[in-house]
């Protein structure tokens, strides 16, 4: 039987979605109250306490169509300054309410508010939210579910039911204290203790049968879910035992469909898949596995999530639920690149008349970015745990990005910029490095506060390699008035 709270989320997901439908087709303005606040939770057989929004871990969902006004009261009662990312939402005009701390705005200090506002624009699908400072979003984090205006439908047949389901990580210590280590010895952080599904480790951790994510399915309906990996470092295989996945949505865009038995999904991706329950199971249950993937050297959390997939039974008896075996799926090798390019070599935009691929032919602006890690040299008499007792820095274009003290939009929305940043970021690497074979022997990268300044509608081809860290793009106003970023909130945070 599933736990009370997964009914709860279940009932409440039909609810919002009930209601969603029931609106007219004119776009309306959604509020939201988030109320950051500390709470103890306990996972793995111990208890801490956590930052969560409105004590859940992870944190409600957003419900809106395309289209809608959305409006986010977050009040921090929490000891630590706060602030919220919208994640993949495209900020027309509404770049006041982005979130990354310092960089579009001062972040909310405990004690302090800050509403957020913004419209959803030509987009669909499933997105998140989280946490945009230090490593809080490791628990304040959640669901994004974008629906199509009233009228509209999906490009595929509709499911029986819609189910958000988060990947995440779960540190016994506080993950603060982890982030603060790690900062402090120029070392990796530590690795986390647990992945999860929707905050619940899974019956393969200790102590932890009891929190595991279970998915009750009714035989030959099909379901959508809505994948997010809100894990901070690990990319994840997920796999549900003998069944297929068919991939119909990736970051909030139709893709052309297709099925797999496994896929991958990275940090902050999200995808919808449509899962088909077999016709005659009743009473099945199926493990869901998700572990990482990874084909660097170093340390990381090699264990494996589940959660169960269980066949609804119209006529269950004692004897069949104790004898009911649970089949589990086979996953990739952890280093399997062959499994990973096997799938992404299929994702294709839907390319439909309806939803066109858009793709700029003209390109204006052409940039290489290699992101990774380097080196900084140890202070004086300090002890550094990094390579060659140096200090590890994340790093693109060979620059790590040094936080501001003040935000950066804001600054160059006041003219202030001077002192604040340099809008030197560059083109290319300073100091090539041989991305595929043995590391230099000097891998020392520069500080600084760069940015990367471009005209407003401009067509940019940007290759990268590896996964994206931190820099900033600032993007100057345009010549018409619908083209110009408004003056900031009178609300936005001071710092």
């Known amino acids: 039987m599933a736990p009370a709270s997964s009914v709860l989320r279940c009932c409440l997901l039909v609810a919002a979605l009930m209601t969603l439908c029931a609106m007219g087709a004119e776009a309306v303005t959604r509020q939201y109250l988030f109320d950051v606040q500390t709470t103890s939770v306990t996972r793995l057989g111990s208890t801490k306490s956590i930052v969560t929004v409105n004590g859940q871990y992870p944190g409600p969902t957003l419900f809106a169509r395309e289209g809608d006004h959305v409006e ?25 309410a982005d979130g990354p701390s310092y960089i579009t705005q001062c972040p909310i200090q405990p004690g302090g508010s800050y509403v957020y506002r913004f419209t959803i624009t030509g987009q669909r699908g499933t997105l998140w939210w989280h946490a945009h400072i230090s490593w809080l979003r490791a628990t304040v984090h959640g669901p994004m579910v974008i629906l199509p205006p009233a009228g509209v439908g999906y490009p595929f047949p509709a499911p029986y039911e819609e189910v958000p389901i988060m990947f995440g990580e779960w540190w016994n210590n506080d993950t603060e204290a982890v982030i603060s280590q790690a900062l402090q010895t120029g070392g990796g952080p530590n690795i986390s203790d647990a992945y999860t599904l929707n905050g619940l480790p899974g019956p393969l951790y200790n102590c932890s049968a009891q929190d595991t994510f279970k998915l009750k399915v009714k035989p030959g309906k099909t379901y959508m879910l809505r994948l997010i990996n809100a894990a901070l470092n690990d990319e994840l295989f997920f796999s549900i035992a003998n069944h297929t996945l068919t991939v119909v949505d990736v970051d909030a865009l139709y893709v052309k469909p297709f099925t797999v038995d496994t896929l991958i999904i990275a940090p902050g991706q999200t995808s919808n898949v449509l899962l088909t329950a077999k016709p005659t199971y009743p009473g099945a249950s199926y493990y869901m596995l998700a572990r990482p993937y990874t084909t660097t050297q170093g340390t990381f959390d090699n264990t494996t999530v589940a959660g169960i997939l269980e066949y609804d039974d119209p006529c269950p008896t004692a004897a069949a639920t104790k004898t009911v075996p649970v089949f589990s799926p086979t996953l990739p090798q952890i280093n399997d690149t062959n499994a990973v390019s096997n799938f992404t070599a299929k994702l294709r935009s839907l390319a439909s008349a309806e939803y066109p691929a858009a793709v700029p032919q003209q390109v204006d602006h052409r940039f290489f970015f290699t992101v990774g890690l380097g080196t900084h040299p140890c202070a004086v008499n300090g002890t550094c745990q990094g390579p060659n007792g140096s200090r590890f820095a994340a790093s693109i274009n060979n620059v790590s990005f040094v ?12 003219g202030k910029s001077k002192g604040v940043y340099a809008s030197n970021f560059p083109y290319y690497p300073l100091n090539p490095f041989n991305y ?14 760069k940015v990367l300044v471009l005209p407003y509608g401009a067509n940019v081809e940007l290759v990268h390699m590896s996964w994206g860290l931190k820099m900033a793009w600032l993007v100057l106003d345009g010549s018409r008035p619908d083209q110009k970023l408004p003056p900031p909130p009178l609300d936005l945070p001071k710092c």
């Open 403 to 414: 936080l501001p003290t003040s935000a950066l939009l804001q600054s160059h929305f006041a």
């Open 72 to 96: 986010v009261t977050v009040i921090n009662h929490s000891p630590y300054n706060i602030s919220i990312h919208w994640h993949g939402i495209r900020q027309l005009l509404s770049g006041w």
């Open 436 to 449: 595929t074979g043995t590391p230099p022997n000097n891998t020392n990268v520069m500080n600084g506060t």
